[in-house]
T-cell receptor, first 114, second 110 residues
């Protein structure tokens, strides 16, 4: 069975540009999470989806960040007007239900804003 | 004060030794606790959940001390393949957020 996949694996963009990061969760997993991780830090929560709806988006740092999951499966994290401080590894995780037990992570997208 | 704190290490340990590290959390309402393992430039993977009664999985033992608000991880007979960063994770019952520590780096030396 396929695990969580994320594309692209690496993204280099210029400051001010728009980027989209994609996450394909494990089939049948209803819960999906986005995190970002900077070097030497643990993952920082961004947003949690249960099905199609964002159940908790309190971790999004500002309104430049937005995420969707229109059909309850694939999710896209969108970042507008990127800043150098947005550079990090963006991790997606999924789990079978609404509880956070045993989240399965994708390999991440390494975003570099120049 | 961070919600979840860990000693960043690195812990340099000879192969075959026993190593233990702790993680402290600040929210007394925390309900669920986990240890994740993360290899360099890889994603985190669940190592074990931590139960109130403590739990053991092979060479790994996790303990929870609610009174002092810390969890611990003990690794016995350490292997070279145990080299990784170990992340302490805490969940509050009021939401689904996982709060992550910054991780403890473990290096097992031959």
């Amino acid at each position: 069975g396929a695990g969580v996949s994320q594309t692209p694996s690496n993204k280099v963009t210029e400051k001010g540009k728009y980027v989209e990061l994609r996450c394909d969760p494990i089939s049948g997993h209803t819960a999906l999470y986005w995190y970002r991780q900077s070097l030497g830090q643990g993952p920082e929560f961004l947003i949690y989806f249960q099905g199609t709806g964002a159940a908790d988006d309190s971790g999004l740092p500002n309104d430049r960040f937005f995420a969707v999951r229109p059909e309850g499966s694939v999710s896209t994290l969108k970042i507008q007007r990127t800043e150098r401080g947005d550079s990090a590894v963006y991790l997606c995780a999924s789990s079978p239900g609404g509880t956070p037990v045993e989240q399965y992570f994708g390999p991440g997208t390494r975003l570099t804003v120049t | 004060r961070k919600e979840v704190e860990q000693d960043p290490g690195p812990f340099n340990v000879p192969e075959g030794a026993t190593v233990a590290f702790n993680c402290t959390y600040s929210n007394s309402a925390s309900q669920s606790f986990f240890w994740y393992r993360q290899d360099c430039r890889k994603e985190p993977k669940l190592l074990m959940s931590v139960y109130s009664s403590g739990n053991e999985d092979g060479r790994f033992t996790a303990q929870l001390n609610r009174a002092s608000q810390y969890i611990s991880l003990l690794i016995r007979d350490s292997k070279l393949s145990d080299s990784a960063t170990y992340l302490c994770v805490v969940n509050n019952a009021s939401n689904y957020q996982l709060i992550w520590g910054a991780g403890t780096k473990l290096i097992i030396k031959p």
